[in-house]
């Protein structure tokens, strides 16, 4: 069964440090990986889109890498908001066909 | 990219009732989908809505309990079909514009059913 793993579960951070996200997953093969922000009460945003031949991406503060022979992928998030409070979503898309693969999520907490 | 709303945002709803979710895109894509997310959970897939044929339940989902409509490449609809406490949860809709582009999702409805 094709699973995505994310750790931590939870983090709470202080405003203006950094903090990583990790992501494991068995997926394979598979089309693409996308980080995805969600705040409370709301939908998913796409942060990051990588294909499997991409090691990393950057939006802004938020950096994702990719590791395909490890099969991890990690979202590093520089001098860290307030706004930054969310939960934080990995997503496989597998090789074939449409059904996305989520992770857990982390749940990101950023305080003053 | 796509622009996708949803009505209601929000509804609390008593059991044994059912309530219709509306998904507008305002672009037209060939795939729509619908997920649920219960409280503290990931995004579960329910369904993949086609136009012009039947959507495509997941394991654990029948068309009896969530009927859904697609009757044109921008829109589409999820009734949750008498309910019960369990159903509560956030449902969204998701397009995919291409095999490579991001997957966007709706703002989610949020129901809660007492």
């Known amino acids: 069964k094709n699973q995505v793993e994310q750790s931590p579960q939870s983090l709470i951070i202080l405003e203006g440090k950094n903090c990583t996200l990790q992501?494991?997953?068995?997926?394979?093969?598979?089309?693409?990986l996308r980080w995805y922000k969600q705040d409370t009460g709301r939908g998913p945003v796409s942060l990051t889109i990588m294909t499997f031949s991409e090691n990393t991406k950057s939006n802004g503060r938020y950096t994702a890498t990719l590791d395909a022979d490890t099969k991890q992928s990690s979202l590093h998030i520089t001098a860290s908001q307030l706004s930054d409070s969310a939960s934080y979503i990995c997503?496989?898309?597998?090789?074939?066909?449409?059904?996305?693969?989520f992770g857990g999520g982390t749940r990101l907490m950023v305080k003053p | 990219s796509a622009v996708i709303s949803q009505k209601p945002s929000r509804d609390i709803c008593q059991r044994g009732t059912s309530l219709t979710i509306q998904c507008q895109v305002d672009?037209?894509?060939?795939?729509m989908f619908w997920y649920r997310q219960q409280p503290g959970q990931s995004l579960t897939l329910i369904a993949t809505a086609n136009q012009g044929s039947e959507a495509t339940y997941e394991s654990g989902f029948v068309i009896d309990k969530f009927p859904i409509s697609r009757p044109n490449l921008t829109f589409s609809t999820l009734t949750v079909s008498n309910m019960s406490p369990e159903d509560s949860s956030i449902y969204l809709c998701?397009?995919?514009?291409?095999?490579?582009?991001?997957?966007?999702f709706g703002p989610g409805t949020r129901l809660l059913v007492l």
């Open positions: 672009s037209q894509v060939t795939m």
């Open positions: 997503v496989v898309t597998p090789d074939a066909g449409n059904m996305l693969t």
């Open positions: 992501c494991n997953y068995t997926v394979s093969p598979f089309s693409n």
């Open positions: 998701s397009v995919d514009v291409g095999q490579k582009e991001t997957q966007y």
